[in-house]
């Protein structure tokens, strides 16, 4: 069983930056594949980044790509998404999530362990 736990979230203005982590609990978190995810109000939950095990490999939506980054510190139990140059269309709440495969997909139904999400919301 892993527990995941966002913080980081906030307001602020487009242009700016924000710093998300998520902490885990569990040995287990080490040798899973975790990944960062997003909704919008009235829209379906969507893939942001996601980063494997050892922190080797990293893919991101088309989106963000270029402008987001996902990190991860196994000591620390960590996983981090920093955020630059954000916009409106940013605003969101964000889901830490864990997959125990894994299976280095972008679909939320093959992730087992969430997050409650923190909210960013992005000024224009």
């Known amino acids: 069983q892993v527990q995941l736990v966002e913080s980081g979230g906030g307001l602020v203005q487009a242009g700016g930056s924000l710093r998300l982590s998520c902490a885990a609990s569990?040995?287990?978190?080490?040798?899973?594949?975790m990944g960062w995810f997003r909704q919008a109000p009235g829209k379906e939950r969507e893939f942001v980044a996601l980063i494997s095990w050892n922190g080797g490999r990293t893919r991101y939506a088309d989106s963000v790509k270029g402008r987001f980054t996902i990190s991860r510190d196994n000591n620390k139990n960590t996983i981090d998404l920093q955020m630059d140059s954000l916009n409106a269309e940013d605003t969101a709440v964000y889901y830490c999530?864990?997959?125990?495969?894994?299976?280095?997909?972008?679909?939320?139904?093959?992730?087992?362990?969430w997050g409650r999400g923190t909210q960013v919301t992005v000024s224009s």
């Open positions: 569990g040995r287990t978190f080490r040798s899973y594949a």
């Open positions: 999530a864990a997959d125990r495969i894994p299976s280095w997909s972008d679909s939320p139904l093959d992730y087992d362990y």
